[in-house]
């Protein structure tokens, strides 16, 4: 048996996941210019993805499902590798002009993880949208 959630359902949804990407990202990110770039992410999932999705007369219950898939593999990619990727980010805003070296585990960690939520997000679509 199929269990559709109603647009409503996604909303809460959303809103619940936007709560936990604001606080992961505030966790995870070690400097205020940095916070500042993840948190921009969510608003401009509200502000471009909803009115572009009524224009081209998607489902908003889709593009919900797709707003917190999107913003919980930001949290899935980045949580288990925070620690690197923060002392990455402080590294780079500190030295500009040099190019801090990606770190390889973390590299693949993202990779890795991303392509397994993007085989979720696709295997799980006819169960939840």
């Given at each position: 048996m199929h269990a559709h959630l109603t647009t409503d359902d996604w909303g809460l949804i959303a809103g619940a996941v936007t709560?936990?990407?604001?606080?992961?990202m505030y966790w995870c990110m070690p400097t205020p210019k940095a916070k500042r770039r993840m948190f921009i992410a969510p608003l401009a999932g509200w502000v471009f993805l909803l009115p572009n999705a009524t224009i081209k007369a998607y489902s908003v219950s889709h593009t919900l499902y797709f707003y917190s898939c999107g913003l919980m593999m930001?949290?899935?990619?980045?949580?288990?590798?925070?620690?690197?990727v923060a002392a990455d980010i402080a590294e780079q805003e500190e030295k500009p002009w040099d190019k801090v070296p990606l770190n390889t585990f973390s590299?693949?960690?993202?990779?890795?993880?991303?392509?397994?939520?993007?085989?979720?997000?696709?295997?799980?679509?006819p169960f939840l949208a």
């Amino acid at each position: 048996m199929h269990a559709h959630l109603t647009t409503d359902d996604w909303g809460l949804i959303a809103g619940a996941v936007t709560v936990v990407y604001m606080a992961a990202m505030y966790w995870c990110m070690p400097t205020p210019k940095a916070k500042r770039r993840m948190f921009i992410a969510p608003l401009a999932g509200w502000v471009f993805l909803l009115p572009n999705a009524t224009i081209k007369a998607y489902s908003v219950s889709h593009t919900l499902y797709f707003y917190s898939c999107g913003l919980m593999m930001f949290v899935i990619m980045l949580m288990p590798v925070a620690k690197r990727v923060a002392a990455d980010i402080a590294e780079q805003e500190e030295k500009p002009w040099d190019k801090v070296p990606l770190n390889t585990f973390s590299l693949y960690w993202m990779a890795g993880s991303a392509a397994g939520c993007v085989a979720g997000v696709v295997y799980l679509w006819p169960f939840l949208a």
